[in-house]
């Protein structure tokens, strides 16, 4: 089981289409999945087709309740499973400031995810996607804590950089509590090839980030952007369509990476 954090405090940079579209596309690639939600905006719920305020259970009772990840999840209709979030997540650093575990509580319900899974017979989830909301709050801390990795949506824009430091300090900082966290990849989104800054900005994290750089750049696509009113990852809606093509390429890479991590240890 590989647990992925999809951030960036920048916001509207494709964090919750990368999500989204990633799960679809591993669970396309019949990998099993589960997306965890952990924006109070729930644009990630949504994504899936599952209503928001109308779920039983959500990531908040996960997070300030005790309740297990196993009870919080749900089959969306896009095929996979999710625990969803919506605005009962808000407010999560007032309610547990100052609470000794507060960072390490997604991280605790996970292991106890992963024990379960160990012990059961059924087969477990091969990744777990996590998208997390426009700031380094609690909730991105707790998944910051929990994850393998971090996969960092990009926008290859005059101000793509900035933020970036303060994620890369929060990263070394958690280090501490979590050893293997780490930057998994950045992923160019919103991609326009015939944008000459675009290329120039294109280049420049390509200096800056030399090999955990994915190929795939995820173009600015109108299906991508259609596809959440419709309750659906593109693949679904629109399987042909570049958006869709390259998300699922993005999962290649992704599972393409697991295995050469694997096969080092
Ligand atoms: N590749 C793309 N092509 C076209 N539209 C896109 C693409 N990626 C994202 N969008 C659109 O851009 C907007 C922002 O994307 P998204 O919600 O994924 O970003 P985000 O980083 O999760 O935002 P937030 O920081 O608010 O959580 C959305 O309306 C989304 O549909
Ligand atoms: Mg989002």
Do not use: W
């Amino acid at each position: 089981m590989e647990i992925l954090a999809i951030a960036n405090q920048k916001g509207g940079v494709g964090k919750t289409t990368t999500a989204v579209n990633l799960a679809a596309s591993l669970s396309a690639k019949r990998k099993r999945v589960l997306l965890i939600d952990l924006d109070p905006q729930g644009n990630a719920t949504t994504g899936t087709g599952l209503h928001k305020n109308e779920l039983a259970l959500t990531a908040a009772d996960v997070l300030l309740d005790g309740v297990s990840i196993a009870e919080a999840t749900v089959m969306s209709p896009a095929g996979f499973d999710v625990v969803g979030a919506n605005k009962e997540l808000a407010g999560m650093d007032i309610t547990l400031m100052g609470q000794e575990n507060s960072h390490t509580l997604l991280a605790d319900a996970l292991d106890v995810l992963m024990e379960d899974q160990q012990n059961s017979k059924k087969k477990g989830y091969d990744y777990i996607v996590m998208d997390c909301a426009p700031s380094l709050n609690l909730l991105t801390i707790n998944a910051l804590v929990a994850t393998d990795g971090v996969i960092i949506p990009m926008q290859c824009e005059y101000y793509a950089l900035e933020g970036l430091a303060d994620l890369s300090q929060t990263i070394e900082r958690l280090t501490e509590l979590n050893p293997k966290l780490h930057i998994k990849g950045v992923v160019r989104t919103l991609f326009d090839a015939r944008n000459t800054l675009a290329n120039d900005v294109s280049q420049e994290l390509e200096a800056h980030f030399g090999d955990i750089m994915y190929r795939t750049h995820i173009p600015r696509n109108v299906r991508l952007a259609e596809a959440p009113a419709h309750g659906m990852p593109v693949l679904a809606f629109e399987k042909n369509s570049k958006g869709a093509q390259a998300y699922l390429q993005l999962a290649a890479e992704v599972i393409k990476q697991s295995r050469a991590a694997k096969k080092q240890a």
